[in-house]
Nanobody, 117 residues
């Protein structure tokens, strides 16, 4: 079983930066994929970025070159550095662990990011 606690959200002006963190307790397997999703009001949850245990990354087109995902396997922690934030980045951000062996998904509780002047 994996428990995830995400944090770091807040209110920021357009063009500003935030860094989200996701702390995992329980066992994270070397094959687990970690990811950030977001859900804006009235919209479906969407994948923002993911990172494999080996460090391979992928980003949604809307955040490429602005967001950076990283993970510290020794600390069981994942991060999302968000730069040049736009109002359309406003959403609740969720961290996620996908375990391929069991097809299990684990979710954090979500952290609100609001980009507004």
């Amino acid at each position: 079983q994996v428990q995830l606690v995400d944090s770091g959200g807040g209110l920021v002006q357009p063009g500003g930066s935030l860094k989200l963190s996701c702390a995992a307790s329980g066992t994270i397997f070397s094959t687990d994929v970690m990811a950030w999703y977001r859900q804006a009001p009235g919209k479906e949850r969407e994948l923002v970025a993911y990172i494999s245990s080996g460090g391979s990354t992928s980003y949604a087109d809307s955040v490429k070159s602005r967001f950076t995902i990283s993970r510290d396997n020794a600390k069981n922690t994942m991060y999302l550095q968000m730069n040049s934030l736009k109002p359309e980045d406003t959403a609740v951000y969720y961290c996620n662990v996908f375990r391929g062996e069991s097809l299990s998904n684990y979710w954090g509780q979500g952290t609100q990011v609001t980009v507004s002047s």
